[in-house]
């Protein structure tokens, strides 16, 4: 019962509807809560209220925003969002500015993104097929990048332990090594795992496991161990609540679970206005809001 009741950690969610990121105080305490602008606010960020973002055209490429990490790099503390209109950015916490940004293209619906430690930013676009790094160390509008083409790319996470960044597309899961310079960078593919079914959306580290994922597939979550090339599926107390996840997490210290899955009770097919909570088991209603990932607010990333 302590453990059910415990707060926990901050949270980051993905709201569609009022087209912002925020960050709430622990899940514990968001019950209290009702609508999205009643929620408690910890910090929230929007390219709609960004000046710095205008010539990107927020208006459009900031449609549907879609992904949020939190990632430390020296010792300061990012934001790595995306939008389906084309808009990918990394923004630091501190001052609400973008430390880079970009519109990969209307088309493109970048779905994910990752922060490696030479400054350079990956991003994975599911209607462009590929997996792009760009050399964001380069300047804040820097458009310049590698490109290895993946079909469905949905999901890019930096392994630091083994310098590999982890690609998930729709049937595989891919490792790239990273090569040439921060300038002029170069992707090579070192390995790639059939998925065990089709669908694949989330990637994320396992925090209790590093070393190993928890990979989203259309009906079932899996933890795969790289050095076995196993997936290993996740299960429930609940049935189906494995189904069509489209963020998954593990919180730090406790191992609690987090996802997000469409509930196909709102305007839209894709988003939900619940955070599942799973081990212990809870859900947390935000109503009002069209929630399409939420996350652990933690700059850990399992590397």
Request: one cysteine or more.
């Amino acid at each position: 019962m302590a453990q059910a009741a415990r707060p926990g950690g901050p949270v980051v969610v993905v709201d569609q509807a009022s087209r912002r990121i925020l960050v709430l105080q622990s899940a514990g305490e968001l019950m209290r809560y009702q609508g999205p602008d009643r929620l408690p606010v910890v910090w929230s960020w929007s390219a709609d209220r960004e000046p710095g973002l205008a010539d990107l055209e927020p208006a459009r490429s900031w449609s549907m925003p879609d992904e949020a990490k939190s990632r430390v790099r020296q010792g300061r503390r990012y934001l790595l969002t995306t939008a389906s209109g084309g808009l990918a950015a990394v923004v630091d916490t501190a001052t609400g500015t973008p430390y880079w940004a970009a519109d990969t293209g209307s088309g493109a619906n970048p779905h994910s993104l990752e922060l490696l430690p030479d400054g350079n930013v990956a991003v994975a676009a599911s209607g462009g097929g590929w997996i792009r790094l760009y050399t964001a160390s380069q300047g804040p509008r820097s458009t310049a990048h590698a490109a290895y083409p993946l079909p469905g790319a949905h999901g890019v996470h930096w392994d630091g332990r083994t310098g590999l960044l982890w690609a998930l597309g729709d049937r595989v899961l891919t490792a790239l090594r990273v090569g040439g310079t921060a300038a002029a960078p170069v992707l090579t593919p070192v390995r790639t795992v059939p998925l065990p079914e089709d669908g694949g959306h989330d990637l994320a580290p396992v925090l209790a496991a590093p070393g190993r994922f928890w990979v989203s597939t259309a009906a079932h979550l899996w933890r795969f161990d790289p050095a076995a090339d196993r997936f290993d599926p996740v299960r429930f107390a609940t049935e189906g609540a494995a189904r069509d996840i489209k963020s998954i997490g593990d919180e730090p210290g406790t191992g609690r679970l987090l996802t997000t899955a469409p509930d196909h009770a709102g305007p839209c097919t894709w988003c939900t206005s619940a955070l599942t909570l799973h081990r212990p088991e809870g859900t947390r209603l935000l109503t009002g809001a069209h929630l399409y990932k939420a996350r652990w607010w933690t700059g850990r990333s399992g590397r």
